[in-house]
């Protein structure tokens, strides 16, 4: 359960911090003063005061006293209304919001301040040259490296959609009070904004009151595209490019592009029957909707700034085209009035393209996108396919050229004939013009247009942007269209579907400025442009499906009992192949149209289908969790195969794109065991190795998962089959010549392979990360990450810069054969330890459900899909989000160190103490796992976790089973200490500890409140205002711990 910003920076400035948390915590107090009167406010301080108490009494070793104090404070809280509970709930988990912002804001001050910022490009590209990578190496290296985050829905972010926005606008407001040039008067009005925006905090609704849908779980991610990656990549491709120049002698190439991102948001239907094949659709034309949306309002503010004359021949001839061609069309329309229309009307140019008032951030420069301090967030109305009302396109007002010639960099006139170029009026728009002519009609649109006189001569920038702006306003409008399942035309010369349609123009127009000595100019807004194509294309993100092994297998079994092929679930290993193996070779489709299959074998038969009729220029790959063999692999690959064949033959024409790519996911240790196995088998099946080479240039993607491998065997024997898996998939496709890209399904706790970026890229076995990665990035961890684009920057910097360091200079393997054996002795005792725990012991699932909220957190609303995979089951069927998070509640975070101590202390008890040591002091990957561990060790309190257990856990057998739990935490506190060499837990992380300390005197009350609502709340189980306040309580706590699950 790491910090959610614990690898942004290094450490804060305390001073600063402190005085920005007094400010915060001083508005938030005067706010419920001013809301709820001075009686809840010495309710509210005589708690603060007793929790703040008994921590400091703790601290300086006064156990018995602090116990004390800690006992009133249950009794006050014990004998408190619910409507006080409620309220203090609230104020507790919005002032450790206020102090996550204030924390957040100082790591990136800090980072500002920093001259060579650690693990920046600068800094990175430095040590390597100086370790003696020769400069060509890093080029090649940093440019041909590919790294992909994927952002998933993972339902782990508690606080709503409007309350990120507010929180978004404080931490604005917060880098606006460091301003050294504010006045007096400034400083009063932006405290004055400041309690606006914590009073509008207080007086909305914390609580979801319905589940999200698949489809707003994508809108969310796309606005985190739209807040802040948009504005965050170019900045970050600056950074590269200059670090690169400084170090290498050459910049990045403008269309290089070393991150790209990718979702699971709308395509992950892997237990979460909500994900049907129309949202897959629908979430993928709405990505695609916003990238045109995005473009548009550049391609305006680009304009806008590109209103020079000089450009190159080539450029000056493709505007005379436009424009000819745009006259050509025209005149056709017109013909049959336009002898109605002054003659000297046909020298007038209008342009739908061009914006009629000045583009929104025209007027600041583009280096300030990362770092304004604006707090208005302008959020993109996605449409919305609910409605079955057709959005309307608006169409931008006109503006009227004079005639002028383009200016070529010569200065000579651009000729077409003998005619100049010019921009001939549509018919409709000289017809409007004529009618408001002789009747004297106006608008308020038109007062806001230039006047004739006023307006410039048109420039060859303006033109060719304005046909790229028009193509894809037209785009987007098919696009509406689609998402309303309305008929639409199909004109490809009328649409912008590629990126390379949209780059053409674009890097035209970079090579003209170029070209004329406006190098300034070229390397801009039209750069930023440029590079977001290269990163996001035209559907910014790309969506991943996933399902599970099972589904396929379920439709293979519908489709062969149909042919009277046997049942193919019944079948080896063997068999699967070669049936499998021989379809695919077959050029005709399996599955015949008419077929009459259950609900879920319909769904996934059309999840295909239209994973077909969208294809790899929209999907990024499909996912296959829970697999094990290569039958799995190839299932996938003959049911894909067959939908493509089908929908090609209804369109007449080929599917656009490719095939995805097939991932196998390996998620159990057992399956991770067998993993290189599995990828020998399937590379050793010709026809596969041969269609991995062809359509997918020679690579193969393969994933592990952190979730469900540490939920089965705990997380240390989970961190060592990850680490054995890895290397043996690698060792599999290198046998075959086959590139790998390893697919990381990391969480945000540590629980779920969470933890520092950099650490844990860094860790990873020698050769698995070789210039390529994939990596989820889930629920609070994206907003915390990417949520404001500095951070952004930052985690883009710190994935580069691990990923070239993890290429170039691999961490070492472990230069002892023996630690191999050593590793193997302790994950074995501390599996054994997990599951004699968590899968033996009769009473531990009963405790579970009694000592942690885990069945009170369904009605937090954070996700669509259920908490179980299937309804009935214990442990085994309960996802691994609500295993951690539940855990996280009571501050005992069992699934990140559950069997660490044992398996330790019986390596220490072995005499391998030394040995132990030496490992962590020279092995990356056993330091990493001993520091997380350590990490997590110092945030967990078993006194808090046994308060949970009084109160709520009947006396008996099951409390025995609490008191064996707080027993091993301490021994792997003290096996951690003894292996790390620390004095105590953290110690080299002093910041860490700190920010922990600061916030346990309104972290410790919540956790008291919440086990006496659970309390009150058992007996009284429809009590809404109890579930209310239960369900404030969690967000406070994980609030409180930076993390949830």
């Known amino acids: ?150 952002l998933t829905a993972h339902p782990t972010q508690i606080n709503r959609r409007t309350l990120q926005y507010k929180h978004l606008r404080i931490a604005h407001l917060l880098e606006f009070n460091e301003r050294p040039d504010l006045s007096h008067e400034d400083k009063e009005m932006l405290i004055e904004d400041l309690v606006r925006e914590i009073t509008a905090i207080w007086q909305t609704d914390e609580l979801r009151r319905h589940k999200p849908t698949p489809v707003d779980e994508a809108r969310a991610g796309l606005h985190i595209v739209e807040q802040s990656l948009w504005k965050a990549v170019p900045h970050y491709l600056r950074r590269v490019s200059n670090a690169l120049k400084k170090h290498t002698g050459s910049p990045l190439p403008l269309t290089c592009t070393p991150i790209k991102f990718g979702s699971w948001m709308g395509g992950d239907r892997d237990g979460n029957p909500n ?30 700034e590109l209103s020079i004359k000089r450009c190159s021949d080539k450029l000056a001839s493709l505007a005379n ?69 057709v959005k309307q396109m608006v169409i931008n007002s006109t503006e009227i050229f004079e005639d002028s010639p383009l200016s070529s960099p010569t200065g000579r006139q651009s000729v077409v004939g003998s005619s100049q170029m010019g921009r001939t009026p549509s018919g409709g728009q000289l017809r409007k013009l004529f009618k408001e002519a002789h009747i004297g009609r106006s608008s308020f649109r038109k007062l806001l247009e230039p006047s004739l006189s006023e307006i410039p001569g048109i420039t060859p920038y303006r033109v060719v942007l304005g046909n790229v702006k028009e193509k894809l306003m037209k785009t987007r409008r098919r696009l509406e269209l689609l998402l309303e399942d309305l008929p639409c035309d199909y004109d490809t010369e009328e649409y912008c579907e590629t990126p390379y349609q949209l780059l053409e123009p674009l890097l035209l127009c970079y090579q003209s400025l170029q070209s ?18 290269a990163t996001f294309g035209m559907v910014l993100i790309k969506l991943d499906v996933r399902q599970e092994s099972g589904r396929h297998t379920e439709a293979l079994d519908a489709v062969t009992s149909y042919l009277d092929l046997g049942v193919y679930s019944e079948w080896d290993e063997e068999k699967k192949l070669d049936f499998l193996t021989r379809e695919l070779k077959g050029k005709r489709p399996l599955v015949p149209p008419n077929i009459e299959v259950a609900a879920d074998v319909k769904e996934v038969l059309n999840t295909f289908r239209v994973a077909a009729e969208l294809g790899s220029d929209s999907l990024g790959a499909y996912v296959i969790s829970m697999a094990s063999n290569a039958s799995d692999v190839l299932a996938v690959e003959l049911l894909q ?43 050793s099946i010709d026809w596969y190795r041969d269609h991995i080479i062809k359509n997918h240039s020679g690579h193969q993607e393969v994933m592990v998962g952190y979730s469900d491998s540490g939920k089965d065997a705990g997380r240390f024997t989970a961190a060592w089959e990850l680490y054995k898996a890895q290397e043996d998939v690698v060792a599999a496709c290198n ?78 393997p472990p230069r002892d054969a023996n630690w191999r054996h050593v590793m193997e002795d302790i994950s074995r005792v501390s599996c054994a330890h997990y599951r004699r ?9 009963t405790y579970f459900q009694e000592a942690t909220p885990q069945a009170e957190l369904g009605f937090l609303n954070i996700g669509s899909r259920p908490a179980k995979r299937k309804p009935a089951g214990g442990i085994s069927s309960l996802r691994a989000i609500p295993w951690v998070f539940a855990w996280t509640q009571t501050r005992l975070v ?110 410790n009350p919540i956790n008291m409140l919440q086990v006496e609502v659970l309390r009150r709340l058992r007996r009284d189980k429809d009590n809404r205002k109890l579930r209310d306040a239960l369900l404030i309580t969690i967000n406070g706590i994980a609030a409180g711990m930076r993390n949830t699950g």
């Open 1 to 150: 359960m790491t910090d959610t910003t614990d690898d942004i920076a290094e450490g804060i400035s305390f001073q600063a911090f402190e005085d920005d948390c007094r400010l915060l915590g001083s508005l938030l107090h005067d706010v419920l003063l001013r809301e709820l009167g001075p009686r809840f406010i010495h309710i509210l301080e005589r708690n603060r005061i007793l929790a703040q108490s008994a921590v400091s009494m703790r601290a300086a070793g006064m156990e018995d006293t602090a116990v004390v104090v800690e006992r009133q404070l249950e009794d006050d809280l014990a004998a408190m209304s619910l409507e006080d509970a409620l309220c203090l709930a609230r104020a507790f988990s919005h002032y450790l919001n206020l102090v996550g912002i204030a924390e957040t804001h100082h790591r990136l001050r800090k980072a500002r301040n920093v001259e060579q910022l650690s693990k920046s490009c600068d800094d990175i590209f430095d040590k390597l040259i100086q370790s003696g990578v020769p400069p060509e190496e890093l080029y090649d290296t940093v440019c041909k490296q590919e790294v992909e985050i994927v």
């Open 641 to 683: 195969k067959d939908a493509r064949l089908t929908v090609s033959g209804d369109l007449g024409r080929p599917c656009p794109g490719g095939t995805l790519r097939v991932v196998p996911l390996f998620e159990t240790v057992k399956d991770l065991r067998e993993a290189g196995s599995a990828i020998r088998k399937l590379l």
């Open 837 to 845: 725990t968590v899968y033996e012991d009769p009473e531990f699932v």
């Open 735 to 812: 046998e075959f010549g086959i590139k790998v890209t390893l697919f990381h399904g990391r969480g945000g706790s540590i629980g779920r392979g969470g933890g520092p970026t950099y650490l844990a890229i860094q860790s990873q076995p020698p050769g698995s990360v070789m210039g390529t990665l994939r990596s989820t990035e889930q629920g609070e961890m994206v907003q915390a990450k990417f949520g404001l684009p500095q951070t952004a920057v930052r985690q883009l910097e710190i994935y580069t810069t691990a990923v070239l360091l993890a290429t170039l200079r691999p961490p070492q």
């Open 321 to 389: 085209e436009i424009l000819l061609k745009e006259s050509a069309s025209e005149d056709l329309k017109a013909n049959t009035w336009n002898q109605t229309v002054p003659q000297n009307s046909a020298k007038l140019h209008l342009s739908l393209t061009l914006p009629a008032q000045l583009p929104s951030g025209a007027d600041l420069p583009s280096c300030t996108e990362c770092s304004d301090g604006e707090s208005q967030f302008r959020i993109i109305n996605l449409p919305r396919n609910s409605s079955r009302q």
């Open 894 to 1003: 069992l699934p990140a160190w559950l069997g660490v101590g044992t398996g330790l202390q019986d390596a220490l008890d072995r005499g391998h103490g030394e040995e132990l040591r030496a490992m962590y002091a020279d092995w990356p990957f056993f330091q990493s796992t001993v520091d997380l561990i350590e990490m997590v060790t110092a945030k967990a309190d078993a006194s808090m976790a046994r308060h949970y257990e009084e109160i709520l856990v009947p006396e008996g057998r099951r409390r025995a089973v609490g008191a064996e739990l707080r027993r091993e935490l301490a021994r792997t506190e003290r096996c951690v200490l003894a292996v790390s060499g620390h004095s105590k837990l953290s110690a080299h992380n002093r910041s860490l500890r700190r920010l922990i300390e600061s916030r346990l005197a309104y972290l």
């Open 275 to 304: 994900v049907t094949a129309k949202v897959t659709r629908d979430v993928s034309l709405l990505s695609r909707w916003m990238a045109i949306d995005l473009y548009i309002r550049e391609l305006d503010s680009l304009s806008f």
């Open 516 to 533: 004329c000595g406006s190098s300034v100019l070229a390397d801009g807004r039209l750069a930023d442009l440029i590079r977001r194509v």
